[in-house]
């Protein structure tokens, strides 16, 4: 029986420069791995750290074998798996474009309210909406807007964060 295919989020400190985002891009597609969801942003100026968020798949050996291959990318100073080390926090934004009239409209707007989903654009046939949530929520959002009009999403990826004192 083969090893069931799990969904790991992975927190990587890197280096703040140029190419550190190809190397770990390369890094993956070079040993045909996928990656789901990639976020990256600086979190310490001072020191030129950025961190890389992504989320990616595979057998419990394929994600060890992630985990050190990053790990010994030289830029690398900390790899963290998320969904093995505790309790995390994970988020995603997302923009969703609905347009319609009428009854889908109101219907809409009435879910959007129960997801606590924001209207930050509204024209006369159309809405975008913003939310912020666990990833399965948005696809739970999303799903329900596909029968009222659906017809754009724009997602950033997920970030996270391990809960308590502990860092990176």
Same mark, same amino acid.
């Given at each position: ?87 995390? =926090?994970?988020?995603?934004?997302? !923009?969703?474009? #609905?347009?319609? *009239?009428?009854?889908?409209? &109101?219907?809409?707007? +009435?879910? $959007? ?28 959002? =999303?799903?329900?807007?596909?029968? !009222?009009?659906? #017809?754009?999403? *724009?997602?950033?990826?997920? &970030?996270?964060?391990? +809960?308590? $004192?502990?860092?990176?």
């Amino acid at each position: 029986m083969a090893d069931k295919i799990e969904t790991h989020t992975l927190s990587v400190l890197v280096d703040n420069e140029p190419g550190v985002l190809a190397r770990v891009i390369g890094l993956f597609s070079g040993r045909g791995y996928n990656i789901e969801s990639l976020t990256v942003a600086e979190v310490d100026a001072s020191r030129h750290l950025s961190r890389i968020t992504l989320v990616t798949s595979g057998t419990p050996m394929v994600i060890e074998q992630i985990k050190a291959q990053l790990d010994r990318l030289v830029p690398v100073h900390a790899v963290r798996d998320l969904t093995t080390e505790g309790p995390h =926090v994970a988020r995603e934004m997302a !923009l969703i474009k #609905v347009v319609g *009239s009428g009854e889908k409209r &109101v219907e809409s707007l +009435r879910i $959007a309210d129960i997801f606590r989903a924001r209207a930050v654009d509204s024209t006369i046939e159309s809405f975008v909406f913003e939310m912020t949530g666990s990833p399965e929520k948005i696809d739970a959002f =999303v799903n329900l807007m596909r029968p !009222l009009g659906l #017809v754009d999403v *724009s997602r950033t990826g997920v &970030v996270a964060i391990s +809960r308590g $004192a502990k860092a990176i």
